[in-house]
Antibody, heavy 120, light 106 residues
Framework: QVQLQESGPGLVKPSETLSLTCAVS?????????WAWVRQPPGKGLEWIAS???????DYNPSLKTRLTISMDTSKNQFSLTLSSVTAADTAVYYC?????????????WGQGIKVTVSS | EIVLTQSPGTLSLSPGERATLSCRAS??????LAWYQQKPGQAPRLVIY???SRATGIPDRFSGSGSGTDFTLTISSLEPEDFAVYYC?????????FGGGTKVEI
């Protein structure tokens, strides 16, 4: 069974950089598929943020692209997200997930989520 | 970018009733459409992928249909544990996107 666990700060100051990590167990991220981040602002819907494939190919939400970096650390079987210049609009629960499929990829496993608040 | 519009926003039903949720895409996504269930304080859970394939462990009262731009999630007879928010997700055309959700409430 694939399991994902997010970690990172629960509180970030405006204009600073948010860094999150997703530790994966039960599957080697270098074996395949895509690994991704999704966020959910309080009381709102889901927003895809970024994805990375096993060979390091990245894909970003165009509305956030200039502030994002997603990367993988296969030695630790984890992947990470950085979001720079955060504002209150970045306050959300951040989920990591595995995107599974042959040519197109849906989310089959999700982490439990980490709540991030942007406030001074 | 493809926009997914879910309707209705809220569906008020009773246990045992049939639920029909709609998801409309602004452009064709073929059959690359998934549905997720989310309960308060929990992560989303995959229900349907490929427009009509049930995910592992999902009961057969859940069914998905459609292709192109119009999709439907049907719950044939609501159980108490089915009351939740449901999101559709297109993964056929970059950038991938989610719909705004339909809340199924008692």
């Amino acid at each position: 069974q694939v399991q994902l666990q997010e970690s990172g700060p629960g509180l970030v100051k405006p204009s600073e950089t948010l860094s999150l990590t997703c530790a994966v167990s039960g599957y080697s991220i270098s074996s395949g598929y895509f690994w991704a981040w999704v966020r959910q602002p309080p009381g709102k819907g889901l927003e895809w943020i970024a994805s990375v494939s096993r060979d390091g190919k990245t894909d970003y939400n165009p509305s956030l692209k200039t502030r994002l970096t997603i990367s993988m650390d296969t030695s630790k079987n984890q992947f990470s997200l950085t979001l720079s210049s955060v504002t209150a609009a970045d306050t959300a629960v951040y989920y990591c997930g595995r995107r599974y499929g042959d040519s197109r990829h849906f989310f089959d496993f999700w982490g439990q989520g980490i709540k991030v608040t942007v406030s001074s | 970018e493809i926009v997914l519009t879910q309707s209705p926003g809220t569906l008020s039903l009773s246990p045992g009733e049939r639920a029909t949720l709609s998801c409309r895409a602004s452009q064709t996504v073929s059959s690359y459409l998934a549905w997720y269930q989310q309960k308060p304080g929990q992560a989303p859970r995959l229900v349907i992928y490929g427009a009509s394939s049930r995910a592992t462990g999902i009961p057969d009262r859940f069914s998905g249909s459609g292709s192109g731009t119009d999709f439907t999630l049907t719950i044939s007879s609501l159980e108490p544990e089915d009351f939740a928010v449901y999101y559709c997700h297109q993964y056929g055309v970059a950038p991938i996107a989610f719909g705004g959700g339909t809340k199924v409430e008692i």
